[in-house]
């Protein structure tokens, strides 16, 4: 007889940044919410996009010891280092748990050097707050894995705001892990996202859409989020929205107010504005 799953969404709340480039109507840069799923059996426990920063991690950590399982496996959806980074600090304390991801997810990880974290990721989070130990993930052999009799599936999404990216389906609990495939009323990341990836997008979000969830993880999702699949067409919204109003914008600053008008309440607008920059990349450089 199958065990039933348990699942707790952990959510490492907004945190300021060191990035100084603002808009006018902001004083800090906060980076979003970041939701880490853990999955767990009587025995076993699956973590999913383990956080960034040494403090969010330990955070994490400490809820996985608190549940009594052993942890086995760490899964990333995509190679963003707010996804992933935080899998070494589990490792210290579940060191047989090993930690995967759709193999070009994981050569994506892999890819970063420590010149290219030192030059995104040290400046907006100095003081020693970016882990100096990483753990890339490995590459999973197929696409599925197992917790006490409960298939997990990795489904391939392709491009969304990142490229290679993921999601993880948990059939029996009709639950689906959409990593950043959906963002849940925070300000979608947009700065590797032109047109052709915010159609790649669309095309990500109507396969999470064919998995008929009844639950899904936004990977950056507002306090208190119940995981209403409807966060899926909100997501698309965003994107439509995004497509209607850059053509008719002439500048970073009126795409990002326009932007602001249709989402006032959105979570994390500094995330809008970073997206707005690199829309315009002219004025940035100029």
Known sequence: MTADLHVHVHLSPSIPTAVTDLPPDLDVRVWSPIATTLL???????????????????????RVLAWGRELTTIYVTHAHGDHWFGAAALLEHFPAARVVALPAVAEAARRQSPEDIAAFWEPRFPG???????????????????????ELVAVPLGHTDTDHTSALHVPSLGLVVAGDAVYDDVHLYLAESDG?????????????????PTTVVAGHQRPGSTGN????????????????LLPRTSSALGFYRAMRARHPDRVNPGALWGSARAAFPAEVTA
């Open 40 to 62: 767990g059996g009587e025995r076993e426990a699956v973590v999913v996009d383990p956080p960034l920063t040494v403090a969010q991690s330990a955070s994490v950590v400490e």
């Open 128 to 150: 020693g707050q970016i882990p100096t130990t990483l753990t890339p993930p490995e590459p999973l052999d197929g696409e599925e894995f197992d917790l006490e009799g409960h």
């Open 196 to 212: 052709g990836g915010r159609r790649a997008w669309r095309d990500a979000l109507d396969v999470v859409g064919t998995l008929h």
């Open 229 to 244: 699949p409807t966060a899926i067409d909100a997501t698309r919204r965003y994107l439509d929205d995004v497509e209607d």
